[in-house]
C-alpha cells in the first residue's frame, strides 16, 4: 500500500512537468522580450496577448472537470441488484430501467445503457471516463499533458482559447524579433547577448507557432462539427447505429455551443458555453425519441419540457 502510494504521488509530480516546462519557456521569452531586447514600441500591444495567452493557459489548468450530476450514480439499492444479477442481459435491463429517469441517448456496441462500472454511475451522452484523472468527465475530448488535465466541457473554450492566444503570442514575437534576426546576419547587430535572444526568440516562437497551427486548425474542425476527439475517432453510438454527425446542427449553433450566444464573450475566458454538459441537442429527431425517454413526465423537473425538446432537436 505505501509503494502504490508513493508511485502515485511520483506521477502526480511527474504530470506537472510539461507544465513546468511551458512555464519557464514563457517566463523567459516574456524576460528576452521585455528586459534584454526592450522594443519599445511593440510593449503594449505585447503584454495585451501576454496577458490573454497566460490568463487562458491558467483556466485551462485549473478549471476542474466537471463530472455527472448525482442523479446518474447509482442508488445503493440499484447497485446491489445490479451487482447481484450475474445475468448480462438481466444487467442491462436494470440500467435500462435507472436510464428511464435520465436524458441518456447513446449506447454501447451491443445497445445497451452506457455505464461506468468504476465510478458507478449511468454515463450521460458524450461523457467518458479519464484513467488519469480516474473520473468520469462530462464531454470529455482528451487529457492534456501540456496543461496536467482533462479537457471538457467544463474548460474546452478556455482551452481554445489558449490556443488561439498562444498563436498569436508566437506570431508577434516572430514578426517583431524578425527584423533584429535580419540585423544579426547583417552584422548590424553587435551585442552578444541579444544576439541569443533574438536567435532563440525566432526559433522557439517559429517552432511553438508551426506545431500549434496544426492542433489550432484540428480543434477548429471539431468544433465546426460538433465532435469531441475521441468522437472524432469512434462515431457516438445511438439506437439506430453509429453517427458521426449526430450532435452537428449547423456550423453557427455548434459554435454556440462551445462559446455561448453572446459574442462579446466568444474571446473572453469566462464560462460561455451552453448547457449544462449532462444532455446535448441532436441533429435527427429519430435519436430524441428514444424509449427509455417516452415518459417525459419523469424529467420535467430538470426543465426538459416538451417545448424546449423541439426547440433544442432539430429534423433531419
Known amino acids: 500500500m505505501a509503494l502504490s502510494r508513493g508511485l502515485r504521488c511520483c506521477r502526480r509530480v511527474l504530470a506537472w512537468v510539461p507544465v513546468v ?6 517566463l ?21 496577448i501576454f496577458v490573454l495567452f497566460v ?32 445475468r448480462p442481459e438481466a444487467q442491462r435491463q436494470i440500467l435500462a430501467e435507472i436510464a428511464r429517469k435520465l436524458p441518456v441517448y447513446t449506447r454501447t456496441g451491443n445497445g445497451a445503457v452506457r455505464f461506468c462500472d468504476r465510478c458507478q454511475l449511468i454515463k450521460p451522452d458524450r461523457c467518458h471516463h479519464c484513467s488519469v484523472c480516474a473520473m468520469c468527465v462530462l464531454k470529455m475530448d482528451h487529457h492534456c499533458p501540456w496543461v496536467n488535465n482533462c479537457i471538457g466541457f467544463s474548460n474546452y473554450k ?5 490556443l488561439a492566444y498562444s498563436l498569436l503570442y508566437c506570431i508577434y514575437i516572430a514578426a517583431t524579433v524578425f527584423k533584429y534576426f535580419i540585423k544579426y546576419w547583417t552584422g548590424d547587430l553587435t551585442n552578444g547577448q541579444s544576439k541569443f535572444h533574438v536567435l532563440f526568440l525566432l526559433f522557439v516562437a517559429v517552432m511553438f507557432f508551426v506545431s500549434l497551427l ?22 457516438p453510438l ?79
Open 28 to 48: 523567459w521569452s516574456y524576460y528576452a522580450y521585455v528586459c534584454e531586447l526592450c522594443l519599445v514600441a511593440y510593449l503594449l500591444i505585447f503584454h495585451v
Open 214 to 235: 496544426f492542433l489550432f486548425g484540428y480543434h477548429c474542425w471539431l468544433v465546426s462539427r460538433n465532435r469531441s476527439t475521441l468522437e472524432a475517432f469512434s462515431a
Open 158 to 162: 478556455f482551452f481554445l482559447l489558449f
Open 238 to 316: 445511438f439506437q439506430n447505429g453509429p453517427d458521426k454527425n449526430g450532435f452537428n446542427l449547423g456550423f453557427i449553433k455548434n459554435l454556440q455551443q462551445v462559446f455561448g450566444e453572446e459574442k462579446k464573450l466568444w474571446l473572453v475566458p469566462v464560462v460561455s458555453s451552453q448547457g449544462d454538459g449532462h444532455s446535448f441537442p441532436m441533429r435527427t429527431l429519430c435519436e430524441a425519441r428514444n424509449p427509455l425517454l417516452i415518459n417525459e413526465e419523469q424529467w420535467e423537473d430538470d426543465g426538459l419540457d416538451e417545448e424546449n425538446c423541439g426547440k433544442e432537436i432539430n429534423c433531419a
Open 55 to 86: 490568463w487562458t493557459y491558467w483556466k485551462s489548468i485549473f478549471t476542474l472537470p466537471q463530472q455527472p450530476d448525482k442523479k446518474f450514480h447509482m442508488s445503493y439499492a440499484d447497485k446491489e441488484r445490479y451487482e447481484n444479477e450475474e
Open 21 to 26: 516546462i511551458i512555464t519557464l519557456v514563457v
